[in-house]
């Protein structure tokens, strides 16, 4: 089962931003989409963003779109999360999760589709 380690959580004022990372196994990102969830207090798991295997396609979540960017960086092994714009709204724990499904061409939305989570990382936008 692939481990997978995010970091770059931490606390941010409305409007900022931060960058979060995951490494990832390499054999991961070739044959599976690695995504971003997160999870709000007192709700459930939201899908953020997923790139398909090899980068071909990325995914956001509509509440996301045009803030938030995901990439990757194959040397390192890792994906990241770009959050800018920050909201409150944006509070919660992140965190970077594996396809059930190898080969997937277009990313779920569907946060039931991903199992693997790592174990977290802290978000939180407040004044």
């Known amino acids: 089962q692939a481990q997978l380690i995010e970091s770059g959580g931490g606390v941010v004022q409305p409007g900022g931003e931060l960058r979060l990372s995951c490494t990832a196994p390499p054999r991961t990102c070739m044959w599976y989409t690695v995504a971003w969830l997160r999870q709000a207090p007192g709700k459930g798991s939201e899908f953020v963003a997923g790139?398909?295997?090899?980068?071909?396609?990325?995914t956001y979540g509509d509440s996301v779109k045009g803030r938030f960017t995901m990439s990757r960086d194959n040397d390192s092994m890792r994906v990241f999360l770009q959050m800018n714009s920050l909201k409150p709204e944006d509070t919660g724990v992140y965190y970077c999760a594996v396809d059930k499904t190898p080969n997937r061409r277009t990313p779920s939305t569907n946060s039931d589709a991903y199992d693997a989570w790592g174990q977290g990382t802290q978000v939180t936008v407040s004044s």
């Open positions: 790139q398909s295997p090899s980068a071909r396609d990325t």
